[in-house]
């Protein structure tokens, strides 16, 4: 898959505020496919796992299955690479602003 239909797949996924609330659950433990739908009660187990499928799809989740059991976790590596090529520069841009500003202080 091309670099540039992979960040599709991503911006896609998270795109979505129930995909990012799933990473949110996420990000704090792993979690099973039951777990997640139960958190959300507006919507059905088919739902999220139509959701779970765009996030794997988009390798933002990382599924493990023990017997009938679907373990969920998420993958930060994605949204990493998306921060390294968007982000970052712009970032070490502001730390190199805030280094000159405590230079200029000290100078007074």
């Not at 998270?14 to 997640?36: H, M």
């Not at 599924?63 to 059991?69: C, D």
Request: net charge positive; hydrophobic share 40%; proline share 2%.
């Amino acid at each position: 898959m091309k670099k540039e239909d992979k960040y599709d797949l991503i911006f896609k996924a998270l795109g979505d505020s129930r995909r990012r609330e799933i990473l949110d659950l996420l990000k704090e433990r792993g979690r099973t496919t039951g777990e997640l739908a139960e958190h959300f009660k507006l919507i059905d187990r088919c739902t999220v796992m139509q959701h779970l499928r765009v996030l794997e799809k988009a390798d933002l989740v990382i599924v493990k299955r023990e017997g009938r059991l679907r373990w969920n976790y998420i993958n930060p590596l994605p949204i990493k690479e998306l921060h390294d090529r968007w982000i970052g520069s712009y970032a070490d841009g502001a730390v190199d602003l805030l280094a000159r500003m405590k230079r200029e202080i000290e100078e007074y």
